[in-house]
C-alpha cells in the first residue's frame, strides 16, 4: 500500500525559513516530486528528486533520503505569496509516474 | 507556449445527469493523467494514457467513469449517472513522456446537487 506522511499545516513569517518535512512508504519507488498548490489553482511543479540528497533551486530547496523513506522542501526568505498547500508526492515504479499525493501541507505566511 | 488547459472550469451537475470534461495537454506531450481532488485533499490517480492507448485505468473508482484519448491528443473524462459523492475537481496532466514531470491544467470543479 501507499502511505504519506506530511503535516496538515504550519505557519511561519516573512522572510523566515520554513522545512515541510514528508514521510513516505510506497511500494516501488522512482523519485519524488514537490508540488505548490494555491488555493482554487492547479498544483505547480517545485522540485524532483531521484538520487539521495539536496537539490536547490533559488529560494526552495529539496532532500531525499530513499532508505529513510523521507524528503522535505526547504522554503528560504519567505514571502506572502508562499502561502499555498505543499504537496508531497512519491513516483511509483509502475513504468510511469503514478504519483500518490499526500493530503499536503498548508502553510500560511504572516507579515 | 500554452499550458494544459481544461473544460468546463465549473460544471454543476442534477444527480443522475451524465458530464464529460475535456483536457487539452501540452502540444507534443505523450503521456495524459486524471486524477480527482477532493476538498482538503490531494489529488488522487484515476488514469494514465500513453499516445491513445490507455495503460492504467486502476484508479477510477466506479464503471460509471470512462475515459479516451481517440487520437493521441485531447482527452474527455466521462462520468455517467453522476452522484454526490461525484463533487470533486477533476485535474488533468500532461508529460512529455512516461517519466517526466506532469505539469497541470486548471481542473474542472463539479458540483452534483
Known amino acids: 500500500g501507499q502511505n504519506i506522511d506530511q503535516p496538515t499545516e504550519m505557519t511561519a513569517t516573512e522572510g523566515a525559513i520554513v522545512q515541510i518535512n514528508c514521510t513516505y512508504q510506497?511500494?516501488?519507488?522512482?523519485?519524488l516530486f514537490w508540488y505548490q498548490q494555491h488555493a482554487g489553482e492547479a498544483p505547480t511543479f517545485l522540485s524532483y528528486?531521484?538520487?539521495?540528497g539536496l537539490e536547490e533551486k533559488g529560494r526552495f530547496s529539496s532532500f531525499l533520503s530513499r532508505s529513510k523513506g523521507y524528503s522535505y522542501l526547504l522554503l528560504k526568505e519567505l514571502q506572502m505569496k508562499d502561502s499555498a498547500s505543499y504537496l508531497c508526492?512519491?513516483?511509483?515504479?509502475?513504468?510511469?509516474?503514478?504519483?500518490?499525493f499526500g493530503t499536503g501541507t498548508r502553510l500560511l505566511v504572516s507579515p | 507556449g500554452a499550458g494544459v488547459s481544461q473544460s468546463p472550469r465549473y460544471k454543476v451537475a442534477k444527480r443522475g445527469q451524465d458530464v464529460a470534461l475535456r483536457c487539452d495537454p501540452i502540444?507534443?506531450?505523450?503521456?495524459l493523467f486524471w486524477y480527482q481532488q477532493a476538498l482538503g485533499q490531494g489529488p488522487e490517480f484515476l488514469t494514465y494514457?500513453?499516445?491513445?492507448?490507455?495503460?492504467?485505468k486502476s484508479g477510477l473508482p466506479s464503471d460509471r467513469f470512462f475515459a479516451e484519448r481517440p487520437e493521441g491528443s485531447v482527452s474527455t473524462l466521462k462520468i455517467q449517472r453522476t452522484q454526490q459523492e461525484d463533487s470533486a475537481v477533476y485535474l488533468c496532466?500532461?508529460?512529455?513522456?512516461?517519466?517526466?514531470?506532469?505539469?497541470f491544467g486548471p481542473g474542472t470543479r463539479l458540483l452534483v446537487l
Open positions: 496532466a500532461s508529460s512529455e513522456d512516461r517519466g517526466e514531470t506532469q505539469y
Open positions: 528528486n531521484v538520487l539521495d
Open positions: 494514457f500513453q499516445n491513445e492507448a490507455q495503460l492504467d
Open positions: 508526492a512519491p513516483g511509483g515504479d509502475t513504468g510511469f509516474q503514478k504519483l500518490v
Open positions: 502540444s507534443g506531450h505523450v503521456s
Open positions: 510506497t511500494s516501488g519507488f522512482n523519485g
